[in-house]
């Protein structure tokens, strides 16, 4: 029959997969990221499983409830590492606790679905417009006046405050952009206010949720470990962030390379890492990610980059780095690397300098066995600020694309004080 | 003159799409979709300049109105005062003087249409609408379009110059302003500010 | 008689326009896929099947609305745009009297079918009533009004050794050279033209993935792989009027001549694909810059070119 012959055909397909990330889900979406048979979409409609993975807290139940009622049939919900939601914790619910295991459980669900073996997830939230309007109102259209009042449930688009731009002031349109949105930092939800496509106010009603440090930076301040370690980790989380923003830029060959490359961080040797880099940093140029898809963005300076610290203060000329004055490191040749410009690229830049002085670090402390010698002060990959406040105010005045490229380039979320699970 | 079955069917259903579309420009409640009706009749007016042999003019209706449609219908979501054009509105306002206006209008164009005396010549067998065009284009009026071509591409380097970020006195997003007079003193060359300060009091009627 | 020069006019135009477009699409899907598979992530399917079973899947998922969309454009919109490129593809010349649509004016049409997918684009977007779906739509229209200049300028060098706007004409005038070599600044204008037309690659600002997809953001099932074949159907119609205006149409020694267009076309679709595979994807308003401070003075200057080697 037809739909039977429909149906075998697609399931040859690629399993389409929407990750709704709670606290620590990251890990799920790179091992989900590496796997071929696996397609994460950005957005529910373009996708059949819901993948919540992570805690997520009560306060942002709601909007998983409006993501889950958003995946068109035939749609499932898998949940790893995370407690389901309560309408949905029945029998049947598909509970993942193992890492290895979730690629397979993914596809297998992808098959059931397809295949009919198991039905749609039921819908959550009744399906009525929230603000009823047809018929109402002068005309029919729901509000006074010939404007239409308030349809939809919309704010009616008075411009708040005069437009950013010299000119005439483009109508606002004001959205909020909810804590599952895949293209920025998990957990963060904003406010955000467009007049023609310039963000005119960007503000933020969810903090991104607290990102863990390695286990090995927790250790590290209170007893000595050794340098090679420490700056796999770091190289590992530069690369992360070089996986997010390559995926941004539409380079999703140069993105996976990144995460192959984060995952042998742990255990290649420092030659062929080294190597593979060297590679990695050529292609990013040919391929023009710097030419053509960074923009300048929010340019950072003076007391802001200094409260943010880490890349974004050293991209912007702040000297500011805790591991020069560790006497382990000062007797490997650290200094540290700046540049001076502050802004999106200069950022990235920086990120590019540190991975590759970090991997001359791990091959000399390899050599010698180094290990860190003061506990008080060290350097964390992300910094030592959290990024919401910066957001709001350097974000107004950006276009869309380049606030996204600069939330990309920030670590926005704040540092949890508990190591990673 | 003797028109074969097939054109006369393709003329009356034409005419009759853009008739109703232009009537739905008037009844629909969106400003976009508003502009899009209007698009639709203009291509079936194009449509019908190519089953009058204007090659040129009519393919060239499609081209223009398709672009000019569209930036209308971008103003709309622009400035209308109506979140993208997504809000339902009310489209029409003083509807008896309009529809008077609207009769008489059709009346006067219809008697036009049917009173007047067309010309009755064929047209020639080997005609080539787009040669003929040029050799006018080039020939006689070319002071015309020439003058109205060069204009046209002032006017559009004008606005893309008067779009620029970059103002004579700064950037654009800071509100570049000139600098005054006296060191430190009132941007200069700016009228008094009126009493009835912080008004973009947009009292539109949707239109 | 009649019932023959009926079959002729009304019948096989359409089914040849539609069967070109049928295998266009497919193999433009394979020749995309193998570019995916040289330059991003590999893939676990073969390259054969992989279309099908995306598409399959597509027909087998729902078809969601949104709150209150406008219903009609939102469903129509991808019929026509796959329209549109139909009439593209109808202009393409497949030998000397072998043309689905002999216009005097194909190249002016051709023009009007690119101003009329802005417009259809638009509506793609802006029917969904979603916010990145508008916002997709209205960024597509500023780079939209860019390419359209460039597209015409060079198509119009490409017609003064002509003298004519009949693409069968422009072919006719490439038989001693080809107008690639004659205006070399011509194709490489008119494909970053194309990948524009179908925002695919460096020029994709309407589907973007910093807008979650951008027009297609609430587009789910049937209709989204209705817009998957529209564009991959006027990325065939433009290669097809790349080949005819550039590469010399059905020009060519020992092949028939509809077999040199189908391989001059799956030329220009496999530099597409690579070129949309390469690069990043360019920053709007840096793409806007590019338009019309590089693009669009070359286009002048392939113009000019153009008429100084017409009037030698």
Same mark, same amino acid.
Request: hydrophobic share 55%; charged share 10%.
């Given at each position: 029959m037809a739909v039977s012959w429909l149906s075998r055909l697609a399931v040859r397909g690629p399993a389409t997969v929407f990750p709704a990330l709670g606290m620590h889900g990251e890990d799920a979406l790179y091992r989900l990221a590496r796997d071929p048979?696996?397609?994460?979409?950005?957005?529910?409609?373009?996708?059949?499983?819901?993948?919540?993975?992570?805690?997520?807290?009560?306060?942002?139940?709601?909007?998983?409830?409006?993501?889950?009622?958003?995946?068109?049939?035939?749609?499932?919900?898998?949940?790893? =590492?995370?407690?389901?939601?309560?309408?949905l914790n029945q029998p049947g619910a598909v509970i993942i606790d193992d890492p290895a295991a979730l690629p397979g459980a993914v596809k297998k669900t992808w098959r059931r679905l397809i295949t009919r073996e198991q039905d749609t997830a039921p819908r959550l939230l009744p399906d009525t417009p929230p603000n009823p309007w047809q018929g109402l109102g002068d005309d029919g259209h729901g509000g006074e006046g010939m404007m239409g009042g308030v349809p939809y449930g919309r704010p009616m688009a008075m411009p708040p405050t005069p437009d950013l731009r010299d000119g005439l002031a483009l109508?606002?349109?004001?959205?909020?952009?909810?804590?599952?949105?895949?293209?920025?930092?998990?957990?963060?939800?904003?406010?955000?206010?467009?007049?023609?496509?310039?963000?005119?106010?960007?503000?933020?009603?969810?903090?991104?949720?607290?990102?863990?440090?390695? =286990?090995?930076?927790?250790?590290? =301040?209170?007893?000595?470990?050794?340098?090679?370690?420490?700056?796999?980790?770091?190289?590992?989380?530069?690369?992360?962030?070089?996986?997010?923003?390559?995926?941004?830029?539409?380079?999703?060959?140069?993105?996976?390379?990144?995460?192959?490359?984060?995952?042998?961080?742990?255990?290649?040797?420092?030659?062929a890492l080294d190597k593979a880099f060297t590679a990695f940093e050529r292609a990013l140029v040919r391929r023009g990610f710097f030419a053509l898809y960074l923009p300048r963005g929010a340019t950072l300076e003076g007391e802001d980059a200094r409260a943010l610290g880490g890349v974004a203060a050293r991209a912007a000329g702040v000297e500011d780095d805790a591991r020069h004055a560790d006497d382990g490191y000062r007797r490997?040749?650290?200094?540290?690397?700046?540049? =001076?410009?502050?802004?999106?690229?200069?950022?990235?830049?920086?990120?590019?300098?540190?991975?590759?002085?970090?991997?001359?670090?791990?091959g000399r402390a390899e050599q010698g066995d180094a290990v860190t010698a003061a506990t008080d002060s060290i350097e964390l990959p992300q910094g030592t600020g959290s990024a919401h406040e910066l957001l709001e105010n350097q974000l107004p005045g950006l276009e869309w694309s380049e606030a996204l490229a600069t939330v990309a380039s920030l670590d926005v979320a704040e540092v949890s004080p508990w190591p990673h699970p | 003159m003797n028109t074969s079955i097939g054109v006369d069917v393709a003329f009356w259903l034409l005419a009759v799409f853009a008739v109703y579309t232009g009537w739905?420009?008037?009844?629909?409640?969106?400003?976009?979709?508003?502009?899009?009706?209007?698009?639709?009749?203009?291509?079936?007016? *194009?449509?019908?300049?190519?089953?009058?042999?204007?090659?040129?003019?009519?393919?060239?209706?499609?081209?223009?109105?398709?672009?000019?449609?569209?930036?209308?219908?971008?103003?709309?979501?622009?400035?209308?005062?109506?979140?993208?054009?997504?809000?339902?509105?009310?489209?029409?306002?003083?509807?008896?003087?309009?529809?008077?206006? *609207?009769?008489?209008?059709?009346?006067?164009?219809a008697a036009m249409a049917l009173l007047a005396g067309f010309p009755q010549q064929a047209l020639p067998a080997d005609l080539e609408p787009v040669a003929s065009l040029g050799h006018e284009l080039m020939g006689d009026s070319m002071l015309i379009f020439e003058s109205a071509g060069v204009v046209l591409l002032a006017t559009m380097i004008g606005v893309v110059v008067l779009s620029s970020p970059r103002g004579r006195f700064g950037s654009a997003q800071h509100g570049s302003m000139p600098p005054g007079l006296e060191p430190g003193g009132d941007p200069a060359g700016m009228p008094e500010k009126s009493e009835e300060a912080g008004g973009h009091h947009h009292h539109h009627h949707g239109h | 008689m009649a019932a023959s020069v009926m079959l002729e006019q009304l019948f096989w135009p359409p089914v040849l326009v539609?069967?070109?477009?049928?295998?266009?699409?497919?193999?433009?899907?394979?020749?995309?896929?193998?570019?995916?598979?040289?330059?991003?992530?590999?893939?676990?399917?073969?390259?054969?099947?992989?279309?099908?079973?995306?598409?399959?899947?597509?027909?087998v998922q729902q078809a969601n609305?949104?709150?209150?969309?406008?219903? +009609?454009?939102?469903?129509?919109?991808?019929?026509?745009?796959?329209?549109?490129?139909a009439v593209g593809l109808a202009l393409v010349p497949w030998s000397r009297d072998w043309v689905a649509t002999d216009l005097a004016t194909s190249l002016v049409l051709w023009g009007s079918v690119e101003a009329l997918a802005t417009v259809v684009i638009f509506l793609h977007g802006w029917s969904a009533n979603s916010h990145f779906a508008l916002m997709g739509a209205y960024r597509y229209v500023a780079l939209g009004l860019s390419y359209l200049l460039i597209s015409m300028f060079v198509l119009i060098g490409a017609a003064l050794p002509a003298e004519s706007l009949a693409l069968t004409q422009i072919v006719t005038s490439q038989e001693d050279v080809w107008n690639i070599v004659r205006q070399p600044l011509g194709l490489p204008l008119f494909l970053l033209v194309g990948l524009a037309l179908?925002?695919?690659?460096?020029?994709?600002?309407?589907?973007?993935?910093?807008?979650?997809?951008?027009?297609?953001?609430?587009v789910s099932?049937?209709?989204?792989?209705?817009?998957?074949?529209?564009?991959?159907?006027?990325?065939?119609?433009?290669?097809?009027?790349?080949?005819?205006?550039?590469?010399?149409?059905?020009?060519?020694?020992?092949?028939?001549?509809?077999? +040199?267009?189908?391989?001059?076309?799956?030329?220009?679709?496999?530099?597409?694909?690579?070129?949309?595979?390469?690069?990043?994807?360019?920053?709007?308003s840096r793409c806007l810059s590019l338009m019309w401070l590089v693009l669009l003075p070359l286009s002048f200057v392939d113009l000019v070119w153009a008429g100084v080697v017409a009037l030698l």
């Open positions: 048979g696996i397609a994460l979409v950005d957005t529910p409609r373009h996708a059949a499983i819901l993948l919540v993975a992570g805690g997520v807290p009560p306060h942002l139940q709601d909007a998983l409830r409006r993501v889950h009622d958003q995946l068109p049939a035939p749609c499932a919900t898998l949940w790893y =590492q995370s407690e389901p939601l309560l309408e109508d606002v349109l004001t959205f909020r952009l909810g804590p599952f949105f895949p293209l920025w930092p998990a957990g963060l939800a904003a406010e955000v206010a467009l007049q023609g496509d310039i963000v005119q106010q960007f503000a933020v009603v969810s903090p991104a949720f607290p990102q863990a440090v390695p =286990q090995i930076f927790v250790e590290a =301040q209170s007893r000595p470990v050794a340098i090679a370690e420490l700056e796999r980790k770091r190289v590992q989380h530069h690369l992360y962030a070089f996986f997010h923003a390559l995926g941004l830029a539409h380079l999703p060959g140069l993105a996976r390379r990144a995460l192959a490359l984060a995952e042998q961080c742990d255990s290649r040797p420092v030659q490997l040749g650290f200094s540290p690397v700046t540049q =001076q410009a502050g802004d999106v690229p200069a950022r990235w830049r920086q990120r590019l300098a540190e991975i590759q002085q970090s991997l001359r670090l791990i | 739905r420009v008037f009844r629909t409640d969106s400003m976009v979709r508003a502009s899009f009706f209007l698009l639709l009749s203009f291509i079936a007016v *194009g449509a019908i300049m190519l089953l009058l042999s204007a090659v040129y003019l009519g393919v060239a209706m499609f081209f223009m109105m398709g672009v000019e449609m569209m930036v209308m219908a971008l103003f709309m979501v622009m400035f209308m005062m109506n979140p993208a054009g997504l809000n339902p509105m009310m489209m029409v306002h003083q509807h008896k003087l309009s529809i008077g206006a *609207g009769v008489a209008g059709f009346a006067i164009l | 539609f069967a070109v477009l049928g295998g266009g699409v497919y193999l433009w899907a394979v020749l995309d896929g193998l570019a995916a598979r040289l330059l991003g992530p590999p893939q676990a399917q073969s390259v054969w099947l992989s279309p099908l079973s995306r598409g399959a899947w597509l027909l609305t949104t709150e209150a969309p406008d219903l +009609w454009g939102w469903r129509l919109a991808p019929a026509l745009y796959l329209a549109l490129a179908t925002f695919r690659g460096p020029f994709n600002l309407a589907d973007t993935r910093d807008m979650a997809g951008g027009t297609g953001v609430a099932g049937p209709p989204r792989l209705v817009w998957a074949l529209a564009r991959s159907a006027m990325l065939v119609a433009f290669s097809g009027i790349a080949a005819t205006v550039f590469l010399g149409g059905w020009l060519g020694p020992w092949l028939p001549g509809p077999l +040199w267009v189908v391989l001059k076309m799956l030329a220009v679709l496999a530099v597409l694909a690579g070129l949309g595979r390469w690069f990043a994807v360019v920053s709007p």
